[in-house]
């Protein structure tokens, strides 16, 4: 079980520094890419939590994989995260990081819950309507229910929009209860 508190700790350092120098933008959408990375390839999760796999080589992969593509900052906040070997931590600092900006008034993150795997264009799509309806720009999270049976549920400023087929048959069981 990790301790969140310590993820907290990693991603305010994180933000801080980032803000300071002007590239919270970047370095959220690249926390979130590493995200997406560690959520859709298992093999990369156990690769960087792996204990017998050296720090050297951790920080090698890094710098092959994400160099010239990510900030140094973020670079090298992986290499620190891989020397105390706490990049185990990477989706808890990463939820944490949006949680700080959100805070802050920067963004408002969302989850959207949907049967089945939302595409770049769909998921785009509803960024989109979400930042401008809501003017802020909007992190969104995904997480697969296929329990929904179809459509999604989107969750954001502490309230739940129901648009699943799921949603829609208890409405219309509870309409015909009374």
Same mark, same amino acid.
């Given at each position: 079980m990790r301790d969140p508190e310590v993820a907290e700790r990693y991603a305010e350092a994180l933000y801080s520094l980032a803000r300071e120098e002007g590239i919270l933008d970047r370095v959220g959408e690249e926390l979130s890419r590493l995200r997406a990375l560690w959520d859709s390839l298992p093999e990369f999760a156990r690769f960087l939590q792996h204990p017998l796999i050296p720090v050297e080589l951790k920080e090698g992969f890094f710098d092959r994989a994400f160099g010239g593509r990510f900030h140094p *900052?973020? +670079?090298?906040?992986?290499?620190? +995260?891989? $020397?105390?070997?706490?990049?185990? *931590?990477?989706?808890?600092?990463? $939820?944490?990081?949006?949680?700080v900006a959100e805070k802050e008034g920067r963004l408002i993150s969302a989850t959207v819950r949907s049967a089945m795997p939302l595409s770049e264009?769909?998921?785009?799509?509803? $960024?989109?309507?979400?930042?401008?309806?809501?003017?802020?720009?909007?992190?969104?999270?995904?997480?697969?229910?296929?329990?929904?049976?179809?459509?999604?549920?989107?969750?954001?400023?502490g309230r739940r929009f129901d648009l699943s087929l799921l949603g829609r048959l208890q409405a219309l069981a509870a309409e015909l209860k009374g």
């Open positions: *900052y973020t +670079l090298n906040f992986l290499k620190l +995260l891989a $020397r105390k070997k706490r990049l185990g *931590y990477l989706p808890l600092i990463q $939820r944490a990081f949006l949680k264009e769909e998921l785009s799509r509803l $960024r989109g309507a979400l930042e401008k309806a809501l003017g802020k720009p909007v992190a969104l999270e995904t997480e697969e229910a296929p329990e929904l049976l179809a459509g999604a549920e989107v969750r954001l400023l």
